[in-house]
T-cell receptor
Framework: RKEVEQDPGPFNVPEGATVAFNCTYSNSASQSFFWYRQDCRKEPKLLMSVYSSGNEDGRFTAQLNRASQYISLLIRDSKLSDSATYLCVVNGVGGSNYKLTFGKGTLLTVNP | GAVVSQHPSRVICKSGTSVKIECRSLDFQATTMFWYRQFPKQSLMLMATSNEGSKATYEQGVEKDKFLINHASLTLSTLTVTSAHPEDSSFYIC???????????????FGPGTRLTVT
């Protein structure tokens, strides 16, 4: 099982749609979880951290299920500017709080 | 505003030459910085952890004599790709880690990356 596994995508949705991304991780000792977005040929940018209680930031909602080792990201009312690759990222692999392990990413295209 | 800067943003060099990439932490002093590499359509892969004032820690499979890391100050880490070959062509990205509000975790912020092409 891969350390961090995501929906392969790609996702093509119309503006205004709701879209959900799923991610699983293999190391039960992982401590911290994040969603990053990466635009084509750019660096990843932190979208949101994911906390055990779940958290929301505007149109974005992240959920964590430690028992299932599962993370999700929900985007409501999609905008054209949401088009990007979404990376599920897990910290704390190998006993280190610093080391990040990235999923391969899920490409989202929001169409007009 | 930007937390991390990188220079150069793009470099093309000939096979056998060395290339130095600089990573600067703009907002705070960073005792630890990270170097990643990303090949087309692949995940970011951690290459090494750069520690201020001490030797870098390299991930398995990354040649420390080929990828020289120097972290001489709390705001600057450099990665030198020595004797570059076409297979070293990639997107190199550095990052810094910052403790989140409340000290619950670390969040990493990435530089804009350096696209290296070795001909």
């Amino acid at each position: 099982r891969k350390e961090v596994e995501q929906d392969p995508g790609p996702f093509n949705v119309p503006e205004g749609a709701t879209v959900a991304f799923n991610c699983t991780y293999s190391n039960s000792a992982s401590q911290s979880f994040f969603w990053y977005r990466q635009d084509c040929r750019k660096e990843p940018k932190l979208l949101m951290s994911v906390y055990s209680s779940g958290n929301e930031d505007g149109r974005f909602t992240a959920q964590l299920n430690r028992a299932s080792q599962y993370i999700s990201l929900l985007i409501r009312d999609s905008k054209l500017s949401d088009s990007a690759t979404y990376l599920c990222v897990v910290n704390g692999v190998g006993g280190s709080n610093y080391k990040l392990t990235f999923g391969k990413g899920t490409l989202l295209t929001v169409n007009p | 505003g930007a937390v991390v800067s990188q220079h150069p943003s793009r470099v093309i060099c000939k096979s056998g030459t060395s290339v130095k990439i600089e990573c600067r932490s703009l907002d705070f002093q960073a005792t630890t910085m990270f170097w990643y590499r990303q090949f087309p359509k692949q995940s970011l892969m951690l290459m090494a952890t750069s520690n201020e004032g001490s030797k870098a820690t390299y991930e398995q499979g990354v040649e420390k004599d080929k990828f020289l890391i120097n972290h001489a100050s709390l705001t600057l880490s450099t990665l030198t790709v020595t004797s570059a070959h076409p297979e070293d062509s990639s997107f190199y990205i550095c990052s810094v880690a910052r403790v989140t509000a409340g000290g619950r975790s670390y969040e990493q912020y990435f530089g804009p990356g350096t696209r290296l092409t070795v001909t």
